[in-house]
C-alpha cells in the first residue's frame, strides 16, 4: 500500500471513528433509546430464571433499541457522508452496521458485561454504584467503543 492511500485509510478510519462515537453518545443517551426499553434491555438474571421467568425475557426492548440506535447513527452517518469526503462502500458500511448491532444487542442484554468484569477480577468495579459512578455501565460504554472502533477499521478497510 503507497503511502498516499495510507493516510487515506487512516484519515477514513478517524473520520469514522468521531461520526460512530458521536452517533454512539447521541443514539444511547438522547435519540436511540427509550425508558421502557432501557429499563428492560437486559436478560433476566439466573435467579429470575430458576423463579421460572422467561430467559428471553427482555429481547424484545433489546431490538427494538437496537433497531432505534442504529436509525440514529446511519442518519448521523448519512449526513457525515454528503458533506466529508468518507471513502465508505456500500459493503463496508453494511458489514460496519451488522457489526455494530450484533455486538450491541449482545452487550446490551448485560450479562456478557458483568461475565467479562468477573472473570477479569472486576466484581467489585461492577458492583460500583456511589459517588455518580456505575462500574457496569462504565464497562459497557468501553466495550461499545471497542466494537465502534473495530466498526470504524471496517468502514476505512472494505473498498
Not at 130 to 148: E, F, I, K, S, V
Request: with cysteine; proline share 3%.
Amino acid at each position: 500500500m503507497d503511502t498516499s492511500m495510507q493516510m487515506m485509510t487512516l484519515s477514513t478510519f478517524g473520520a469514522s471513528w468521531v461520526v460512530l462515537s458521536v452517533g454512539h453518545t447521541l443514539a444511547d443517551h438522547v435519540g436511540g433509546q427509550t425508558d421502557h426499553q432501557a429499563a428492560r434491555k437486559g436478560a433476566p438474571t439466573a435467579g429470575e430464571v430458576a423463579a421460572g421467568v422467561n430467559p428471553r425475557r427482555g429481547w424484545a426492548a433489546n431490538l427494538s433499541h437496537v433497531a432505534q440506535y442504529h436509525a440514529v447513527l446511519t442518519l448521523l452517518g448519512f449526513g457525515a457522508w454528503l458533506v466529508l469526503p468518507l471513502r465508505w462502500s456500500v459493503l463496508g458500511v453494511l458489514a460496519a452496521l451488522v457489526w455494530s448491532a450484533g455486538t450491541h444487542a449482545f452487550l446490551d442484554r448485560r450479562w456478557p458485561v458483568w461475565r467479562l468484569l468477573n472473570c477479569l477480577r472486576q466484581a467489585r468495579f461492577a458492583e460500583l454504584e456511589a459517588g455518580g459512578l456505575n462500574g457496569m455501565y462504565l464497562a459497557d460504554q468501553a466495550l461499545h467503543r471497542l466494537a465502534l472502533g473495530i466498526a470504524a477499521a471496517v468502514l476505512a478497510v472494505i473498498p
